[in-house]
């Protein structure tokens, strides 16, 4: 397992699934454009949607966590003395 995580901490291997991963959200944006649809709601049918839905809400579940865990779960250091 260590060897794997030493793996993609390497700077070029880390750089380069970053492009990967990159390059395939740009594929797959690209791909929502030439898909047949059928939405419920009129928004599914706004090309990309589900892309910037899928990163709102991920990036509000990691600005949420930050602060709960600065305000809510993080104590002093010397909360227990």
């Not at 993609?8 to 690209?30: H, T």
């Not at 928004?43 to 949607?49: A, L, M, S, V």
Request: glycine share 4%.
């Amino acid at each position: 397992m260590q060897t794997i995580i030493a793996f993609f901490e390497r700077p070029e291997i880390s750089r380069a699934v970053r492009r990967l991963f990159i390059v395939s959200l740009v594929f797959l944006v690209m791909a929502d454009f030439f898909i047949d649809k059928h939405p419920f709601f009129y928004w599914e049918n706004i090309p990309g949607f589900y892309a910037l839905y899928g990163f709102i809400a991920c990036s509000l579940i990691v600005a949420v966590s930050k602060l709960l865990g600065k305000y809510w779960l993080q104590k002093q250091e010397d909360y227990y003395e």
